[in-house]
């Protein structure tokens, strides 16, 4: 992820909005501002129950919504309906292994040539982050890939 939001802005966002900062927010913001990985929803819900056990999935859902809405953050499909979230701003796109289900962030610029014919020839707007592409990675074809970090393995939703 590469968003650059601190707490801080998260905050007055929210603010700014017209909505309260709650302590299920404020921790849902200091979870997001400080990984560096996207991560699910069930993954934040552990965080944030980590420091403060009584705040609900449901919850976390209902945040994530609101800071949905609001434009502070985004999510992203990584295949079979596994879904993570990061603070918008992100340009990568994602790249995920139907085999194994490891999932790894690729560099937007990847798909520079085929937004540019898509839109050239078919008038549309290539949409790089929200869904990600998927085929075998490395590991399961059985080769080697320089310089392609491999993070977040056996994300598989069944
Ligand atoms: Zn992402
Ligand atoms: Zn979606
Ligand atoms: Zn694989």
């Known amino acids: 992820m590469d968003g650059t939001w601190s707490r801080d802005d998260i905050a007055a966002s929210v603010r700014r909005a017209g909505g309260r900062m709650t302590a299920a927010k404020r921790a849902i913001a200091d979870v997001l501002a400080t990984t560096t990985t996207d ?3 069930e993954e934040i819900t552990q965080r944030v129950q980590s420091a403060r056990p009584e705040i609900s999935p449901s919850t976390v859902y209902r945040v994530l ?32 292994c139907t085999a ?34 998927a085929g075998l990675c490395a590991t399961c074809r059985g080769v080697r890939a320089p310089g392609v970090p491999a993070n977040r393995p056996g994300r598989h939703a069944h």
């Open 65 to 96: 919504d609101e800071f949905e809405e609001l434009g502070i953050v985004v999510h992203a499909h990584l295949g079979h309906g596994a879904m993570v979230y990061h603070l918008s701003g992100a340009s990568h796109g994602h790249v995920v």
């Open 39 to 41: 991560l699910s929803a």
């Open 100 to 133: 194994c289900g490891t999932s790894s962030e690729v560099p937007a610029e990847l798909f520079d040539r085929m937004e540019h014919e898509l839109l050239e020839r078919f008038g549309f707007a290539l949409d790089r982050h929200h869904v990600a592409i």
